[in-house]
């Protein structure tokens, strides 16, 4: 994968419990200045898992067919449009917030192209119930904070609550996909930044 110094990320979030609504547990919001002085330590002092490609399952929900298709489709996207996709599963937030995974992730496995910060990141812990999709300041204009809501609200919440994470992984990307390549003026790297 491409990687990029630094990544500073956007959010949507939602528990999946199944008592409240899915509209009453959507945040979307995200810190003003993110983009600058972002770190790639880990949440506290748990380490970060292995950065294995496009797909990384380390909750082992997603079927072999299914990562072998998110793969193909993540490394479509990049092809067509330069924007690093990475789906990743946890076991377990290990008591800290998915928000601070994500950060870490995005920051630590440096997702998205240098000069760009076009990363975005699917995570889901299925035992924590909850889905973050993190946005990289390169991004923040195109998959805004109320559109990523919205794919977490619909598709991503009902199938997760059913436990179909192979189809919720899949029409995750396929939605966060759409949104990324409707962005037709796409910016390029420097040229020293290229790779």
């Given at each position: 994968?491409?990687?990029?110094?630094?990544?500073?990320?956007?959010?949507?979030?939602?528990?999946?419990?199944?008592?409240?609504?899915?509209?009453?547990?959507?945040?979307?919001?995200?810190?003003?200045?993110?983009?600058?002085?972002?770190?790639?330590?880990?949440?506290?002092?748990?380490?970060?898992p292995r950065l294995t490609g496009r797909v990384v399952d380390e909750a082992h929900i997603l079927s072999?067919?299914?990562?072998?298709?998110?793969?193909?489709?993540?490394?479509?996207?990049?092809?067509?449009?330069?924007?690093?996709?990475?789906?990743?599963?946890?076991?377990?937030?290990?008591?800290?917030?998915?928000?601070?995974?994500?950060?870490?992730?995005?920051?630590?496995?440096?997702?998205?192209?240098?000069?760009?910060?076009?990363?975005?990141?699917?995570?889901?812990?299925?035992?924590?119930?909850?889905?973050?999709?993190?946005?990289?300041c390169g991004l923040e204009g195109l998959l805004t904070p109320a559109r990523s809501a919205a794919i977490?609200?619909?598709?991503?919440?009902?199938?997760?609550?059913?436990?179909?994470?192979?189809?919720?992984?899949?029409?995750?990307?396929?939605?966060?996909?759409?949104?990324?390549?409707?962005?037709?003026?796409?910016?390029?790297?420097?040229?020293?930044?290229?790779?």
């Amino acid at each position: 994968m491409r990687r990029t110094a630094a990544l500073a990320l956007s959010l949507a979030l939602v528990a999946w419990p199944a008592a409240a609504p899915a509209s009453d547990r959507v945040s979307a919001t995200f810190s003003a200045g993110a983009c600058k002085g972002a770190t790639s330590a880990a949440p506290g002092d748990a380490t970060l898992p292995r950065l294995t490609g496009r797909v990384v399952d380390e909750a082992h929900i997603l079927s072999a067919p299914a990562r072998a298709s998110l793969t193909r489709r993540l490394a479509r996207l990049e092809a067509a449009t330069s924007d690093q996709l990475v789906v990743v599963t946890l076991p377990d937030l290990r008591g800290r917030t998915i928000e601070a995974w994500g950060r870490a992730l995005g920051n630590g496995w440096r997702i998205g192209r240098r000069g760009l910060d076009n990363g975005v990141l699917l995570v889901v812990a299925p035992n924590d119930r909850k889905v973050r999709i993190e946005v990289g300041c390169g991004l923040e204009g195109l998959l805004t904070p109320a559109r990523s809501a919205a794919i977490v609200r619909d598709p991503l919440l009902p199938l997760l609550k059913a436990s179909r994470y192979d189809a919720a992984a899949e029409a995750g990307v396929a939605r966060i996909a759409a949104v990324l390549a409707r962005d037709t003026r796409r910016p390029q790297p420097p040229r020293e930044a290229r790779r």
